[in-house]
C-alpha cells in the first residue's frame, strides 16, 4: 500500500521490474509490479512468488479496504513513518502474519500461519503445538 495520490497519467497495464533470486534457476525472479489496475487478474487471486504490487491510495481507509476485499490473509507488509497508522494497520488488516517497515515474516520461532481462505492455524512457535494438546480445566472441591 502507498498513500498518496498517484500523480502522472492513468495506466491501463502494470509496469515491471525483475530481480534476481540467485538461486540458480531454481526459483522465479523477485518481481515489482507498479500501476496495477483492481481488475487486473494478479489483483484478484493469491499471488506466490517474489513478486510485489505497491499501489496508492488517497486515503487509510481506502488502502485497508483494498487490503480486505479478497477472502485472502496469509501475510501484510506495511510501511509508514506514522505511529498511529503502525497501530491501525495489524488491528484492522485481516492478516494471519504482519510486518510494518521490515521483510522479516517468518523466523522459525514465530507462529505462521493465515486467516480467512489461506487457512486457519499455524505452524512453527509455540502455537504450532496447540492442535497435539487437549486444554482442559478442572475444578475440584475436597
Not at 486515503?59 to 509508514?80: H, K, M, Q, S, V
Not at 510494518?100 to 512457535?125: D, M, Q, R, S
Request: net charge negative; proline share 8%.
Amino acid at each position: 500500500m502507498v498513500l498518496g495520490t498517484a500523480t502522472g497519467p492513468e495506466r491501463s497495464e502494470a509496469s515491471g521490474h525483475t530481480g534476481q533470486s540467485g538461486t540458480g534457476g531454481l526459483a522465479r525472479s523477485n518481481r515489482w509490479l507498479a500501476d496495477v489496475p483492481t481488475e487486473a487478474r494478479i489483483m484478484n487471486e493469491e499471488p506466490f512468488g517474489p513478486v510485489a504490487i505497491p499501489n496508492r491510495f488517497d486515503t487509510l481507509d481506502a488502502a485497508i479496504a483494498e487490503a480486505n476485499r479478497l477472502p485472502f490473509g496469509l501475510a501484510a507488509y506495511g510501511c509508514t513513518r506514522s505511529e498511529a497508522v503502525a497501530h491501525r494497520l495489524p488491528v484492522e488488516v485481516k492478516a494471519g502474519m504482519m510486518t510494518i517497515n521490515h521483510p522479516g515474516l517468518a523466523p522459525p520461532e514465530v507462529p505462521f500461519g493465515g486467516i480467512k481462505e489461506p487457512g486457519y492455524g499455524t505452524e512453527g512457535g509455540s502455537q504450532a503445538l496447540d492442535a497435539c494438546f487437549d486444554t482442559r480445566f478442572v475444578s475440584r472441591k475436597a
